[in-house]
């Protein structure tokens, strides 16, 4: 399996436009994360989803950030309008069935720079 | 609410030298611990979890250990090498079945 893919991997933008974050979860997995690290918070968890269904978006900083799950083989984390303090780090997550919080598997990361 | 710290933040050692990294956090009622390895432009590795029930796991040169009581664990690197550069981050499950509360990790230099 090619792991948990996240693409763009680097992405530049301008303040106020929209962008737009892909993550494709291992296939068979049902658990899907996205997380968000900064240096001055750290690594925080943003949403995440349960068979496709969101279950906790309380991590999502504002209304500009939402999340889609479509299928179970692709999400999007989408911010718009974008802002520079958005600059981070963006990683998507999966788990497989049948196991706890612990067995999550990373994607590379999307790093976002909002001028 | 579970609050995990990472102490130090950045940590330089020379090449061969034993290294304790530390992690503690605010609730002791967790399920497991687990400790990641981060290299830069990459994801999250996992390297060891512990569960709450033990005390302590070994893989090769690594050896993490678990305390509840005192809400703290350690991350031992024995003969450290070069290659072993990177930034080590804790976690443990902040609840009943989603996210993992991460530390801020520790960033470690090993110089040859």
């Known amino acids: 399996d090619a792991g948990v893919i996240q693409s763009p991997r680097h992405e530049v933008t301008e303040m106020g436009q929209e962008v737009t974050l892909r993550c494709k979860p291992i296939?068979?997995?049902?658990?899907l994360f996205w997380y968000r690290q900064t240096m001055m918070r750290g690594l925080e968890l943003l949403i995440y989803?349960?068979?496709?269904?969101?279950?906790?978006d309380s991590g999502m900083p504002e209304d500009r950030f939402s999340a889609k799950m479509p299928n179970a083989s692709f999400s999007t984390l989408k911010i718009q309008p974008s802002e520079p303090r958005d600059s981070a780090v963006y990683f998507c997550?999966?788990?497989?069935?049948?196991?706890?919080?612990?067995?999550?598997?990373f994607g590379p990361g999307t790093r976002l720079t909002v001028l | 609410k579970q609050e995990v710290t990472q102490i130090p933040a950045a940590l330089s050692v020379p090449e061969g030298e034993n290294l304790v990294l530390n992690c503690s956090f605010t609730?002791?009622?967790?399920?497991?611990l687990q400790w990641f390895r981060q290299d830069p432009g990459k994801g999250l590795t996992s390297l060891l979890l512990i569960q709450s029930s033990q005390r302590e796991q070994t893989s090769g040169r690594l050896n993490a250990s678990l305390d509840k009581s005192s809400g703290r664990s350690t991350l031992y690197i024995a003969a450290s090498q070069p290659g072993d550069s990177a930034t080590y981050l804790c976690a443990t499950p902040g609840g009943s079945q989603g996210n993992l509360i991460f530390g801020k990790g520790t960033k470690l230099s090993v110089k040859p």
């Open positions: 296939s068979g997995h049902d658990y």
């Open positions: 989803f349960n068979n496709n269904v969101p279950i906790d």
């Open positions: 997550a999966s788990r497989p069935p049948g196991t706890t919080t612990d067995t999550q598997y």
């Open positions: 609730d002791s009622a967790i399920y497991n």
